[in-house]
């Protein structure tokens, strides 16, 4: 039986391929290399166990993803250039590090697919941003 996509359909399943491929652990920007603070927490005694571990990951979640990290994402999704905000927000020299790296890598893979990209230091959620705004992603 031979099925016809509408046109909807194949937006939607587009859509969803692009989706899929800004958040793969296979996206070439080093992701998988940074641990979050994770290692310094361990070395400080803060996780040490799995109770303690999970804590800390619902405290960094709520706190620092959910307090500053989403909300910001959310609004450059929506075009606002906050990325000068995201770098500052950096707790330490490593997080910050760790943000331009990633964010410097995605610029560069987005340049490579005629993405067009600004110029300077880029934080990895403004660079995310710029393609999910070019593929017309829904924020949502």
């Given at each position: 039986?031979?099925?016809?996509?509408s046109t909807v359909q194949i937006v939607i399943m587009t859509t969803i391929t692009k989706l899929l491929q800004l958040a793969?652990?296979?996206l070439p920007v080093g992701a998988y290399s940074y641990s979050q603070g994770?290692?310094?927490a361990i070395e400080a005694g803060i996780v040490r166990d799995a109770a303690s571990a999970e804590r800390w990951i619902g405290d960094v979640l709520e706190h620092s993803v959910g307090g500053m990290e989403a909300p910001l994402l959310w609004r450059m999704l929506h075009g606002e250039d906050l990325n000068d905000l995201f770098i500052a927000s950096r707790e330490t020299a490593e997080l910050r590090a760790e943000t331009l790296q990633m964010g410097h890598s995605m610029a560069r893979l987005l340049k490579d697919l005629?993405?067009?990209v600004p110029d300077g230091q880029i934080a990895y959620p403004a660079a995310f941003a710029v393609a999910a705004r070019h593929w017309r992603?829904?924020?949502r």
């Open positions: 039986m031979t099925t016809i996509m793969s652990p296979a994770l290692e310094a005629d993405i067009p992603l829904d924020a």
